[in-house]
């Protein structure tokens, strides 16, 4: 099972985002799809989460602002991201907790990210 994030880039205070990832693999089914992220000297943190229900969670510092999604018969999961702030530049991640083709059990797996910056 693979991940690939895209999406990242430069983007001016205020302005909008979407990130995708999209797993591939042998896959029978993915709970929950979640987008981390790393600022400069930060340690890695939180963004969101859906699972396979379709509830969410986010941090408290991007509430309001982002939107996580997922297509379930693409598995796939996006983030949209609006009214970026510097504070927003970072690494993101994305990570799935996939059970395989005949596997009993779910294992997380990490994309290898995308680099988001925002800055005038």
């Known amino acids: 099972v693979q991940l690939q994030a895209s999406g990242g880039g430069l983007v001016q205070p205020g302005g909008t985002l979407r990130l995708s990832c999209a797993a591939s693999g042998s896959i029978a089914s993915i709970n929950v799809m979640a987008w981390y992220r790393q600022g400069p000297g930060m340690q890695r943190e939180f963004v969101a989460r859906i699972r396979s229900e379709g509830d969410t969670i986010y941090a408290d510092s991007v509430k309001g602002r982002f939107t996580i999604s997922r297509n379930v018969a693409k598995n796939t999961v996006d983030l949209q991201m609006e009214s970026l702030e510097p504070e927003d530049t970072a690494v993101y991640y994305c990570?799935?907790?996939?059970?395989?083709?005949?596997?009993?059990?779910?294992?997380?797996?990490w994309g290898r990210g995308t680099l988001v910056t925002v800055s005038s």
């Open positions: 990570t799935m907790d996939v059970r395989p083709m005949g596997g009993s059990q779910n294992s997380r797996y």
